[in-house]
């Protein structure tokens, strides 16, 4: 095999990364944590993760990882909006989706700390 078979070879290549399980688990409990508020836009991420209890991962016994950061901050992102948008509420209008977004954010914050401000 040449460079030039080995090069073509690379192009087609796609790696995704895959996040930890216990930090899915952990964004899941998040969100399900979410469903139980009434306002649910309006709800603090500090307290949804203090009502999260000793069932949430990373405050406990693991690290987030920077490739899990990463993940969350982009294809994460998808996901979040994706998952309160069929389950939780109908983000139609800005409105809702600045404060789904702030929400992101400020849960991206909090794990940024945890893992020690990188």
């Not at 078979?5 to 964004?27: A, G, M, N």
């Not at 979410?34 to 991420?45: F, M, R, S, T």
């Not at 109908?90 to 702030?102: G, M, S, W």
Request: aromatic fraction near 14%; charged fraction near 25%; charge should be negative.
């Amino acid at each position: 095999m040449d460079i030039d078979d080995l090069c073509s070879h690379f192009t087609e290549t796609v790696i995704e990364y895959k996040p930890t399980q216990l930090f899915l688990q952990d964004i899941n409990l998040f969100l399900e944590e979410l469903k139980h508020y009434e306002n649910i836009l309006e709800a603090d991420v500090y307290e949804i993760l203090v009502s999260c209890g000793s069932n949430i991962n990373w405050s406990l016994d693991t690290f987030i990882t920077l490739d899990d950061l990463n993940w969350f901050k982009n294809d994460g992102k998808i996901e979040f909006y994706k998952y309160i948008n069929e389950n939780i509420i109908n983000l139609d209008n800005i409105y809702l989706y600045q404060k789904a977004t702030a929400m992101f954010d400020q849960l991206c914050e909090i794990f940024e700390l945890a893992m020690g401000g990188n």
